[in-house]
Protein backbone atom coordinates (compact mmCIF):
# COMPACT_ATOMS: atom_id res chain seq x y z
CA UNK A 1 0.00 0.00 0.00
CA UNK A 2 1.02 3.48 -1.01
CA UNK A 3 -0.31 6.53 0.27
CA UNK A 4 0.48 9.89 -1.15
CA UNK A 5 -0.27 13.49 0.23
CA UNK A 6 0.20 16.61 -1.72
CA UNK A 7 0.83 20.02 -0.52
CA UNK A 8 1.88 23.35 -1.79
CA UNK A 9 -1.19 24.43 -3.29
CA UNK A 10 -2.59 27.83 -2.78
CA UNK A 11 -3.35 31.19 -4.40
CA UNK A 12 -1.27 32.74 -7.25
CA UNK A 13 -1.93 35.58 -9.47
CA UNK A 14 -1.33 35.01 -13.60
CA UNK A 15 2.00 35.07 -14.77
CA UNK A 16 3.21 33.58 -11.30
CA UNK A 17 4.93 30.78 -10.22
CA UNK A 18 3.45 27.98 -7.41
CA UNK A 19 5.34 24.24 -6.80
CA UNK A 20 2.99 20.95 -5.13
CA UNK A 21 4.84 18.61 -3.81
CA UNK A 22 3.69 14.59 -3.17
CA UNK A 23 5.65 12.38 -0.61
CA UNK A 24 4.73 9.33 -0.35
CA UNK A 25 4.41 7.12 2.78
CA UNK A 26 6.88 4.14 1.04
CA UNK A 27 10.15 5.01 0.25
CA UNK A 28 10.79 1.87 -2.68
CA UNK A 29 8.53 3.58 -5.06
CA UNK A 30 11.55 4.40 -7.29
CA UNK A 31 10.10 2.10 -9.72
CA UNK A 32 6.73 3.46 -10.00
CA UNK A 33 5.49 6.25 -12.76
CA UNK A 34 4.54 9.09 -11.18
CA UNK A 35 1.97 11.66 -12.77
CA UNK A 36 0.19 14.86 -11.73
CA UNK A 37 -3.59 15.05 -12.61
CA UNK A 38 -5.88 18.12 -12.10
CA UNK A 39 -9.64 18.59 -12.18
CA UNK A 40 -11.26 21.26 -12.00
CA UNK A 41 -15.29 21.40 -11.20
CA UNK A 42 -17.47 20.40 -13.52
CA UNK A 43 -14.47 19.15 -15.62
CA UNK A 44 -12.76 15.96 -16.42
CA UNK A 45 -9.66 15.06 -14.78
CA UNK A 46 -6.81 15.64 -16.97
CA UNK A 47 -3.44 14.41 -16.90
CA UNK A 48 -0.65 17.20 -16.71
CA UNK A 49 2.58 15.87 -16.18
CA UNK A 50 3.77 11.99 -15.88
CA UNK A 51 7.43 10.82 -14.65
CA UNK A 52 8.58 7.40 -15.26
CA UNK A 53 11.53 5.56 -13.57
CA UNK A 54 13.83 6.31 -15.44
CA UNK A 55 13.20 10.43 -15.22
CA UNK A 56 11.66 10.85 -18.63
CA UNK A 57 8.95 13.11 -18.50
CA UNK A 58 5.65 13.94 -20.63
CA UNK A 59 3.37 16.99 -20.69
CA UNK A 60 0.11 17.98 -21.43
CA UNK A 61 0.17 20.28 -24.59
CA UNK A 62 -1.57 22.67 -22.16
CA UNK A 63 1.40 23.14 -19.88
CA UNK A 64 3.99 22.24 -22.41
CA UNK A 65 7.18 24.47 -21.33
CA UNK A 66 5.44 26.27 -18.44
CA UNK A 67 5.57 23.25 -16.12
CA UNK A 68 7.80 21.17 -14.62
CA UNK A 69 8.21 17.66 -13.10
CA UNK A 70 10.79 15.83 -11.38
CA UNK A 71 10.91 13.12 -8.38
CA UNK A 72 13.43 12.46 -5.45
CA UNK A 73 13.32 8.80 -5.23
CA UNK A 74 15.73 8.90 -1.96
CA UNK A 75 12.99 11.12 -0.42
CA UNK A 76 9.78 9.46 -2.44
CA UNK A 77 8.86 13.06 -3.23
CA UNK A 78 7.50 14.08 -6.21
CA UNK A 79 7.32 17.45 -7.78
CA UNK A 80 5.20 19.97 -9.59
CA UNK A 81 7.02 23.40 -10.76
CA UNK A 82 4.03 25.53 -12.36
CA UNK A 83 5.00 28.74 -13.84
CA UNK A 84 3.57 31.36 -16.15
CA UNK A 85 0.53 30.28 -14.46
CA UNK A 86 -3.12 30.75 -16.28
CA UNK A 87 -6.31 31.40 -14.24
CA UNK A 88 -7.31 28.02 -16.79
CA UNK A 89 -4.49 26.48 -14.52
CA UNK A 90 -6.87 26.70 -11.36
CA UNK A 91 -8.09 23.06 -10.21
CA UNK A 92 -7.23 20.51 -7.57
CA UNK A 93 -4.33 18.92 -7.99
CA UNK A 94 -3.81 15.50 -7.73
CA UNK A 95 -0.28 13.46 -7.41
CA UNK A 96 -0.61 9.60 -8.63
CA UNK A 97 1.42 6.47 -8.89
CA UNK A 98 0.95 3.33 -11.19
CA UNK A 99 3.14 0.29 -10.00
CA UNK A 100 4.81 0.29 -13.62
CA UNK A 101 8.04 1.14 -14.89
CA UNK A 102 5.84 2.85 -17.86
CA UNK A 103 3.89 5.51 -18.04
CA UNK A 104 2.92 6.16 -21.43
CA UNK A 105 -0.69 8.19 -21.39
CA UNK A 106 -3.01 10.08 -19.24
CA UNK A 107 -5.31 8.06 -18.00
CA UNK A 108 -6.74 7.90 -14.80
CA UNK A 109 -7.35 3.85 -14.66
CA UNK A 110 -3.92 3.49 -15.06
CA UNK A 111 -3.38 4.55 -11.45
CA UNK A 112 -3.43 2.42 -8.45
CA UNK A 113 -2.81 5.44 -6.22
CA UNK A 114 -3.94 8.66 -5.63
CA UNK A 115 -3.60 11.54 -3.25
CA UNK A 116 -6.34 13.74 -1.68
CA UNK A 117 -5.52 16.42 -3.80
CA UNK A 118 -4.63 19.96 -2.91
CA UNK A 119 -6.12 23.15 -4.52
CA UNK A 120 -4.53 25.55 -6.85
CA UNK A 121 -6.07 28.52 -7.60
CA UNK A 122 -5.10 31.37 -10.24
CA UNK A 123 -6.57 34.87 -10.27
CA UNK A 124 -6.50 37.29 -13.06
Known amino acids: QVQLVESGGGVVQAGGSLSVSCAAS????????MAWFRQAPGKEREGVAR???????AYADSVEGRFSISRDNAKNTLNLQMNSLKPEDTAMYYC??????????????????WGQGTQVTVSS
Open 96 to 113: AARTSTTCLAFLTSAYTY
Open 26 to 33: RYNTSNYC
Open 51 to 57: INSMGAT
